[in-house]
């Protein structure tokens, strides 16, 4: 029989293994963006070498078995997403993300509500992420706004991972990796994210860092959509909302922030008056005033009028006539990954790789964030 002394060293040494091993697994950074057939931007066009993570969207959530699934109509592109975008860099990694937008918000509540559903949506997405050799998967619920709901969530994420780590035991497979993409702030409705079950089951979140202001919501005045700080008169802004997940229990490296690749174009009621927060009256351009950082370009050079950054709560905007746009241009998403940086942010997320502008603002990013 062996000493207390010898189990005390061989103890030692299984937990130090054991540490290299889960370190050897963690991701150093996230240079991360979405892409979607919706987009019409083709997979093979885009330069994965700016990026080190890119989430296929989406995935949907059959509402009567509860299963995850991919329509007819993506199978192909995302059977060889992986495949295509490891062409031009074979190190990417790839996450098939499940929902999106205001997509299935009642499904993912019933289905999170019943351990049975739950395993039929796990075992199902499992399997789904493994036959289109994907990397990891993500949820995009957005977003859970009940006490009830909070509670499911977080009870989906815990057996979720314990699945995802019983697979890989299993199959011999690398680990998938497991994200969620949630609201810009722990703090949602005043109820709160199961920040534990987050911290324990998911490998980042991509905190949603955007959409504060929008003519569709918020139609009688122009805003910052992505705001880094607050104005004079407090607000809504990223850093709040990191600042807010920090002070809940999450680590800053479990954090990824999001930056839009889009902006929101406004009405003006007065083309004399055109600065932030300026009377408007509702949306131009597009039926909910969305407009892709590429066309927003072709806006500018079309009417040969100003691109201007405000340093102060790092955002941009242009006009011409009526027409005001609010958008990230490339200083201000310089400064914002430079900021993820010093907070130690994991890294940094994009929606989306379609409505970029010749890889302007996806080459910016990656050279703030550096190697």
Known sequence: ?????????????????????????????????????????????????LFTHIFCAFADLNSTTYEVTISSSNAAQFKNFTQTVQQKNPSVKTLLSIGGGNAYTEDFAAMASQASRRKSFIDSS??????????????????????????????????WRAAIAAESRTSGNETLLLTAAVFRSSDYYSLNYPVQAISNSLDWINAMTYDYYGPTWSPSSTGPPAALYSGSSGQINGDAGIRDWIQS???????????????????????TNHGLFAPANGTALTADGSIGYAQIR???????????HNGSVVTDYTYYGTTWIGYDDTQSVSTKVSYAKAKGLLGYFAWHVGADSNWALSQTASIAWGS
């Open 126 to 159: 499992i399997s789904l992420a493994r036959s289109n050799s994907f990397h990891g998967l993500d949820l995009d619920w957005e977003y859970p706004n009940t006490t009830e709901k909070f509670t499911n969530f977080g009870t989906l994420l815990t057996e």
């Open 298 to 308: 072709n806006f500018i050079r079309e009417n040969v009028t100003m691109a201007i």
């Open 249 to 271: 229990g999450l680590s800053a490296n479990k954090i990824v922030l999001g930056l839009p690749f889009y902006g929101y174009a406004w009405r003006l009621v007065n083309a």
């Open 1 to 49: 029989m062996a000493s207390r002394a010898s189990l005390t060293f061989l103890s030692s040494i299984f937990f130090f293994l054991l540490s290299l091993q889960l370190c050897a697994g963690q991701t150093s950074n996230v240079k991360g963006v979405y892409w979607f057939p919706g987009s019409e931007f083709p997979v093979s066009s885009i330069d994965s070498t």
